[in-house]
């Protein structure tokens, strides 16, 4: 089958690789049909993870069921399904609480486990022809029978969607509340949606990039460029000098200035700034341990210099880590049925699979006009 393989820093291919097959009797093989480029897998393409060459990447995935093992219950071929990025068990202590990015079973002894990134496993990506999906009767959320017309909605489910919430939780956003996202892109664009979703009264959403944005006020945001205007003052003006009540952060460790340079405590020291006392700051934008591609000496050991004493000063709360995907994506795929959400208006490329070096390129050099690219390896 195709897989798009990582085969160094900006260097990716779409390549032969080996059929997905059962493995344990828990599994399926699902034949992908979108797949999506999520902001992580730039991290990896820019050579800021420890991703082994040769892996097949990959986490947003989509498709339908062409085989099952026989301990699978409820998965049957021919359901479409999409699969959360994480893999997890279903049973260990951390998943049957809801936490299943931290599953303590499948990336043993680390936590969490998914497709086709570093240190989170052995499991090829989905940007391929087609999936083996460990215990699919967890893991693979069967969609309704709009999934073919809403597809590019539904594979929201596997990270985005449910990423930008899961920042509204940890951030504890209620309604009516006051809210700041920090970064316009795919994930941060989806954690302002899911605040207005909740009723949030104002949302802003700050930026550099103006492409972006415009995307975010046509979610019904109010955009901040942060290239014309100091964020935190702005925000400050509009909410009587308070604050607003919750903060996103969205970016995560290669955070730049306007001016290009990257400052990974840029975004996390503004929240704690702009937030008003008492308020309540989620993190979803992705940190590491080991960054040795980083600009100063403290980031390159996942360090950062922290306004701490601002932050106790000010009582707030904060609270961080990867999304749960499996909490949310039953609600937020009903959400998408009924009419009530449409994600898939990010969507900026329809693809097909042999065009991923092109996309990522495009993507890797933030080009105007690529903001979340779906492949789809049935196309061209």
Not at 177 to 182: P, R
Not at 189 to 194: L, V
Not at 361 to 371: A, D, K, M, Q, S
Request: charged letters at 20%; hydrophobic letters at 40%; glycine letters at 12%.
């Amino acid at each position: 089958m195709r897989g798009v393989v990582y085969n160094g820093a900006r260097d990716v291919s779409v390549e032969h690789v080996p059929d997905a097959m059962i493995e344990q009797p828990t599994n399926v093989v699902v034949k992908i049909t979108a797949s999506n480029i999520c902001g992580s897998d730039l991290h990896t393409y820019e050579g800021r993870t420890d991703l082994k060459p040769g892996t097949v990447i990959g986490h947003e995935n989509l498709g339908e069921v062409v085989e099952f093992g026989h301990a699978v219950c409820k998965i049957r071929a021919g359901d479409r399904v999409c699969l959360p990025f994480n893999v997890s068990c279903g049973c260990c202590k951390n998943c049957e609480m809801g936490l299943t990015g931290f599953c303590l079973t499948v990336n043993a002894p680390a936590a969490g486990g998914a497709y086709g990134y570093a240190r989170m496993g052995p499991y090829r990506g989905g940007q391929a022809d087609y999936l083996r999906v460990p215990f699919a009767d967890f893991n693979a959320l069967q969609l309704p029978d709009d999934s073919v017309d809403k597809e590019n909605d539904y594979v929201m489910l596997a990270a985005v969607f449910p990423t930008g919430w899961h920042g509204t939780r940890l951030a504890e956003v209620q309604p009516g509340d006051t809210v700041a996202v920090y970064g316009a892109g795919p994930v941060g664009i989806m954690a302002a949606y899911s605040s207005m979703i909740q009723g949030a009264a104002e949302v802003f959403v700050i930026d550099h990039i103006a492409e972006r944005l415009v995307l975010a006020e046509k979610f019904g945001a109010i955009g901040v460029d942060s290239s014309t205007t100091d964020p935190v003052d702005y925000i400050k003006d509009l909410t009587g000098g308070e604050g607003v009540d919750r903060g996103i952060e969205a970016v995560g460790y290669q955070a730049h200035d306007c001016r290009g340079n990257e400052r990974p405590n840029l975004t996390i020291n503004a929240l704690v700034d702009v937030v008003r006392p008492t308020g309540g700051i989620g993190v979803v934008g992705v940190f590491v341990p080991q960054d040795p591609g980083a600009a100063d000496e403290l980031a390159k050991d996942g360090k950062m210099v922290f306004d701490f004493g601002t932050f106790f000063g000010k009582g707030q709360t904060m609270a961080t880590g990867q999304a749960n995907v499996k909490h949310y994506n039953r609600y937020l795929r009903d959400l998408i049925h009924e009419g009530k959400a449409t994600p898939s208006r990010l969507v900026s490329h329809n693809l097909g699979l042999a065009d991923a070096p092109a996309a990522y390129r495009h993507l890797g050099n933030r080009e105007p006009g690529w903001t979340k690219v779906v492949l789809n390896p049935g196309k061209g």
